[in-house]
Each structure stands twice: as structure tokens, then as C-alpha cells.
């Protein structure tokens, strides 16, 4: 990769990484009225920690990664009614924690929302050692010239294992922050994972060479012996 396309890209990385930042500090911080938030500050902390850690590691060793995260834009219709409907989720899950906090709605034990926050974190973790696993995990649906079927470390278990650590992710999310409120948007994540890796594993077995074969092996799709 040239060296003027690493540089966009670190600035890109940068751009995201504020941006993300920002909506953070609105969505938590803004939104609660208060920055006397200690789970929102854990959560932030605990996350981005790794993050960095791992956008820098993958700047230097696999920057066509960084590239391929970086594209959002969804070319299948039906993932992009998918992606509209989680992002409205994804949103929920946010600030209904923070709006939670500013009026008290729910009491959350601290020993619960610690012991969500390391779920959250084990989850990410995983999620992490997909992206080091498989380098063609983008966050749009679609098959690039040259990828490959992954089948080794969590992939020999279950055929999604990205999905099954986001699933668990963001449904520990809103219990971190301290609410039982910001579960119920949580609710409705398996139907969106759900819809999404169907269509997905549709365009895979289509277009990916030696994914037909691979779904044979590997039976299970999230949940091992489940589904």
C-alpha cells in the first residue's frame, strides 16, 4: 500500500475514533446530565483501551483491513434496510442508559454492571481475535477478490463467530452503564443478526468458492449445538 494511502488512512482511523468519541460524550455524558457517571466512564475506558491498542497494532501489520472496516456502505438492499433498523437499535441502546441515569428509572447493582462490563470486554476480546483470524471481515456484505474460507480458532466452532460476539456485546451494553431500561432495544438484536447473517451467508454460498462445503462442516451458525 503506498505510503500516501497509510496516511490517509491513519487520518481516517483518527476521524473515526473522534467521531466515536463524540457520540460517546452525547450519548452517555450529554444526554444523562452528568459526567458523576462512573459505569459510562468504565464502559469508555474498557473499550477504547483495546481499540487503540489494536487500530495501532493493525496500522503497522494489516492496513487492507483497516481499509475494508472503514467502508459502511451497504450494496445489498436487504442488508441496507438491516443496517437502518440496527442502527436505530444501536442507538437505543445507548441513550436509553444515559436517560435512565438522569431520572432513575432502574437501580442496577454495581456487581452487575462490573460483571456485564467484563462480559462486554471478554466479547470484544473476541471479536478482536476474529479480525486477527480473518482479515476479509468487513462490516459491509460482500465477497472481494482473493478471500478466502476461513475455518480455523472460532470459526471451526460456529460459521458467524463476529456476529456471536457482537450479539453478546451489545446485549450486555446497556447493563454496564447501569439499566435494566436499555434492555429491552437489546431485545430485539437476535432478529437483526439473524436477518442479516441469512442474507449473508446467501451472497457467501453464492459467490465465496468452497463456503458450501464449509457450511457442511460446520453446522452451527451462532450458538454451538444450538444454532
Known sequence: MPATDIKTLRKTVLVRFFLLLTFFGVSLFAVSGTLKYWQAQAYIITLLLPMSAFAIYMLKTNPEFLERRM???????????????GLLLFLL?????????????SNVPSVVSISALAIVLLSYLLILYV?????YAARVVEVEKGQKVITKGPYAIVRHPMYAGSLLFYCF???????FWGLVPALFLPVIFIVR???EEKELTENLEGYREYIQKVRYRLIPGIW
Open 71 to 85: 467502508k459502511t456502505r451497504e450494496k445489498r438492499k436487504p442488508q441496507k434496510i438491516i443496517q437502518l433498523a
Open 197 to 199: 447473517l441469512l442474507d
Open 131 to 135: 479480525f486477527l483470524i480473518n482479515s
Open 93 to 105: 441502546i445507548y441513550v436509553l442508559p444515559a436517560l435512565d441515569k438522569r431520572f432513575a428509572w
Open 173 to 179: 451494553t446497556p447493563l454496564a452503564p447501569g439499566s
